[in-house]
């Protein structure tokens, strides 16, 4: 049973922007923490961003801080606001939810999310020079 389902994603140019959106109304439970990860061909998956649902704080890998930002629309709706992109962040990407904790732990310019339990199928994202 799919329970998050990405959409936003597509082909801009170096410097555009794109919104994500995660519709999370299939989920069975209220989320204690949500966040959107990416995962480019060849490399490991990434968290790029983290949202603690019950205290609305946020986190942020370093690599997208000051350029992306994660918000909660309303209750069935998660987002992610990409701004000035660059190649680099050409992913496929997903959001991701919990009930119960999760954490967020830096390595580097990139953040590694743990504790997830339900996934979208992910959204393109693609940023051509």
């Known amino acids: 049973q799919v329970r998050l389902v990405e959409s936003g994603g597509g082909s801009v140019q170096v410097g555009g922007s794109l919104r994500l959106s995660c519709n999370t109304s299939?989920?069975?439970?209220?989320?204690?923490?949500m966040g959107w990860f990416r995962q480019a061909p060849g490399k490991e998956r990434e968290a790029v961003a983290g949202l603690f649902v019950r205290f609305g704080s946020t986190t942020y890998a370093d690599s997208v801080k000051g350029r992306f930002s994660i918000s909660q629309d309303n209750a069935d709706t998660l987002s992610l606001q990409m701004n000035s992109l660059n190649p680099e962040d050409t992913a496929t990407y997903y959001c991701?939810?919990?009930?119960?904790?999760?954490?967020?732990?830096?390595?580097?310019?990139?953040?590694?999310?743990?504790?997830?339990?339900?996934w979208g199928q992910g959204t393109q994202v693609a940023v051509s020079s």
């Open positions: 991701a939810a919990t009930s119960g904790g999760c954490a967020f732990t830096p390595r580097g310019s990139s953040l590694v999310g743990t504790g997830f339990s339900d």
């Open positions: 299939g989920l069975t439970y209220s989320p204690y923490c």
